[in-house]
């Protein structure tokens, strides 16, 4: 079974500048997650979908960060215009079923360092 | 709101046990566990849900005592894969449909030697 994908690996920008993430769930999977985690910090949930909808963006930056699910697979993560705290791995999870007690399955992340 | 872990880290000789612990202030229905090796993504353990279960697998075990909200990580006879960080996740009941809200502690970064 094909894992949680995401990309790119690594990414560098400056202050101020743009940049967006990818992720490609497990198959079939219904729930998206993405999380921020700051070095030496556990995983913070930015935003979660159902399919296509968002279910919790509680914690998601809304004056600078997007986030989209189009057709209930593929999500995209935006920054615009990026900080220096937000650099940090930006990870990407899915589980099966949209309901409490389901496992995560976590992509291996795109590292982001804001110059 | 977060989960506490403890302790923070922890160094072990290979063969030696440990025990970490997570303990929330809220009422939980279920408590995750995760291994991240550095670089790498979390990889799940093991969940357990309201009851007082305790699971295993392999030389890894947790019980939840959801009256105290805690939770408690086993290792024992610890190996050097054993070697990462170690994330405990609680979540509320949300309903059937509503999903699961998963808040991770700080971590606790766990060291096995030769």
């Known amino acids: 079974e094909a894992g949680v994908a995401q990309s790119p690996r690594y990414k560098i920008i400056e202050k101020r500048q743009s940049v967006a993430f990818w992720c490609n769930p497990i198959s079939g999977h219904a729930t998206l997650y993405w999380y921020q985690q700051i070095l030496g910090q556990g995983p913070k949930l930015l935003i979660q979908f159902q399919n296509n909808g968002v279910v919790d963006d509680s914690q998601l930056p809304k004056d600078r960060f997007s986030a989209e699910r189009l057709k209930g697979v593929d999500s995209t993560l935006k920054i615009q215009p990026a900080k220096l705290e937000d650099s940090a791995v930006y990870l990407c999870?899915?589980?099966?079923?949209?309901?409490?007690?389901?496992?995560?399955?976590f992509g291996s992340g795109t590292q982001l360092s804001v110059l | 709101q977060q989960p506490v872990q403890s302790p923070q880290a922890v160094i072990l000789r290979e063969g030696e046990d440990a025990v970490i612990n997570c303990s929330s202030s809220k009422a939980l229905y279920s408590v995750h566990w995760y291994r991240q090796k550095h670089g790498e993504a979390p990889v799940f353990l093991m969940i357990l849900l309201k009851g007082g279960e305790q699971k295993g697998h392999e030389k890894i075990s947790a019980s939840f005592n959801e009256k105290k909200q805690q939770s408690s990580l086993y290792l024992t006879a610890s190996q050097l894969s054993y070697s990462g960080t170690y994330f405990c996740?609680?979540?509320?009941?949300?309903?059937?449909?509503?999903?699961?809200?998963?808040?991770f502690g700080e971590g606790t970064q766990l060291t096995v030697n030769p």
């Open positions: 996740g609680t979540e509320g009941y949300m309903g059937e449909t509503s999903g699961s809200r998963l808040t």
């Open positions: 999870a899915s589980s099966s079923r949209h309901q409490s007690g389901e496992k995560l399955f």
